[in-house]
C-alpha cells in the first residue's frame, strides 16, 4: 500500500506568514491528492482536490501544487483563523491513505 | 443540500462490536450513488480511514481493519452503517461519516462530514 508522509509534523508562524506543507507519496498518485483542514473540536474540511482545485468557499490563500510523488499546500499569508490540523490523502484507489497531520499554530 | 448525521453508542465495552449508523437527509441514499465513507480520528492521533461503501455491495476496506469491519447500506432507512468487532482501546475515536465529491467512484476526495461522534471503548 501507498504510504503518505507530511512534514512538519508541526510548525509556529507569525500572521502573515507564507506556510507551507508538504506531502510525499512512496508511489505516483498522479494528481489524485487532497488536502483537508481540521480545527480544533471541528469537523475535518476539504480545501484542495486535484491536488490544486480550491474547494469552493475556500479562501484564495490556500493553495496547492504537484503530481506524481511531491505535493505543497501553501498558506500565503497565515490568519488566526487558519489555526489548525491540516492533512492530505490520497485517493487515486483504496486504501485512501490520509497522511499524519500538520498542526499549524500562531507564534 | 445533503447532511450526514452520525450516531450510535459512545460507549462500547473490550471485545465488543461498536455499531454506528449514518444518517443522510437532505437526499435519497438509492438516488445518490455514492460510495459513502467511514473515517476516524483517534484521541492525539491523525485521520484514519475505514472504509467506503457503494449501494450496489462493492465495498473497499482499510486492510488493517478489513478483518473486524462491515459497512453496510440501508436503502429504505436512508442510512448506511458501520460494524467493527472486537473492539479494544484502540479503537477510541471521533467517528466520522463522509460523502466522496464523485459518484460511482471511491476515486474522489471527501466533501460532505457529519458531525462525528465519539466512541470511547473501555470496561
Known amino acids: 500500500d501507498i504510504q503518505m508522509t507530511q512534514s512538519p509534523s508541526s510548525l509556529s508562524a507569525s500572521v502573515g506568514d507564507r506556510v507551507t506543507i508538504t506531502c510525499r507519496a512512496n508511489q505516483g498518485i498522479s494528481n489524485f491528492l487532497a488536502w483537508y483542514q481540521q480545527k480544533p473540536g471541528k469537523v475535518p474540511e476539504l480545501l484542495i482536490y486535484g491536488a490544486s482545485t480550491l474547494q469552493s468557499g475556500v479562501p484564495s490563500r490556500f493553495s496547492g501544487s504537484g503530481s506524481g510523488t511531491d505535493f505543497t499546500l501553501t498558506i500565503s499569508s497565515l490568519q488566526p483563523e487558519d489555526v489548525a490540523t491540516y492533512y492530505c490523502?490520497?485517493?487515486?484507489?483504496?486504501?485512501?491513505?490520509f497522511g499524519g497531520g500538520t498542526k499549524v499554530e500562531i507564534k | 443540500q445533503l447532511q450526514l448525521q452520525e450516531s450510535g453508542p459512545g460507549l462500547v465495552k473490550p471485545s465488543e462490536t461498536l455499531s454506528l449508523t449514518c444518517t443522510v437527509s437532505g437526499g435519497s441514499i438509492s438516488s445518490n450513488p455514492y460510495y459513502w465513507g467511514w473515517v476516524r480520528r483517534p484521541p492525539g492521533k491523525g485521520l484514519e480511514w475505514i472504509g467506503s461503501?457503494?449501494?450496489?455491495?462493492?465495498?473497499y476496506y482499510n486492510p488493517s481493519l478489513r478483518s473486524r469491519v462491515t459497512i453496510s447500506i440501508d436503502t429504505s432507512k436512508n442510512q448506511f452503517s458501520l460494524k467493527l468487532r472486537s473492539v479494544t482501546v484502540a479503537d477510541t475515536a471521533v467517528y466520522y461519516c463522509a460523502r466522496p465529491r464523485g459518484r460511482n467512484s471511491a476515486s474522489f476526495a471527501f466533501d460532505i462530514w457529519g458531525r462525528g461522534t465519539k466512541v470511547t471503548v473501555s470496561s
Open positions: 461503501f457503494h449501494y450496489t455491495g462493492s465495498s
Open positions: 490523502q490520497k485517493y487515486n484507489s483504496a486504501p485512501l491513505t
